[in-house]
């Protein structure tokens, strides 16, 4: 059974809330912008009443705060539109809710594939995101496919930005 997003007073009274643009609006705003930054996992309870210093620590630029009207309002999240993450640890020394102990190898997410919209699935031989892999975890099958490794994959979203027609993405659960 599907639960119903959270609707707030405005929605309900102006009756945003009963269109369907409305609705998809409302439950947006329910659901993480994107996968939270390395070593930010323990602390995201904290992340709402802080000064939100990762965001400004980052070098790459991709850390963003989810907006005042969100359901993650203050938390941080990752836009890899432009570059991926480094793993550089400037946003963990940044955050003094995170412990400097504490900091291990971080992954970010679990990186998903959508073939339908894969050019290498249908068809076109197309290697955009493998050259970008560091870790060496996305590989092309017998078929010329393209393959995740799970258990190389670090999240890093460095593959994401450089996908043609957007059929890569990072799942990780706020």
């Not at 640890?89 to 990186?111: F, P, Q, W, Y």
């Amino acid at each position: 059974m599907r639960e119903h997003p959270d609707i707030d007073r405005r929605e309900l009274l102006t009756g945003s809330f009963l269109t369907r643009k409305g609705r998809e609006s409302s439950e947006r705003r329910q659901q993480p912008l994107g996968p939270k930054p390395p070593w930010h996992h323990a602390v995201m309870e904290a992340c709402a009443s802080c000064d939100q210093a990762c965001a400004a620590a980052c070098p790459e630029g991709i850390i963003r705060i989810h907006p005042d009207d969100h359901a993650y309002a203050g938390r941080p999240w990752l836009q890899f539109s432009a570059t991926g993450c480094t793993f550089c640890g400037d946003c963990a020394e940044a955050c003094l809710a995170i412990d400097s102990h504490d900091r291990k190898l971080a992954t970010i997410g679990v990186l998903k594939l959508n073939t339908a919209s894969c050019l290498a699935w249908n068809g076109v031989f197309c290697m955009s995101c493998i050259g970008k892999c560091d870790a060496r975890a996305l590989q092309m099958d017998e078929r010329r496919r393209l393959v995740i490794e799970d258990s190389l994959c670090t999240g890093c979203g460095m593959c994401i930005h450089v996908c043609p027609v957007n059929a890569l993405s990072i799942r990780s659960d706020l």
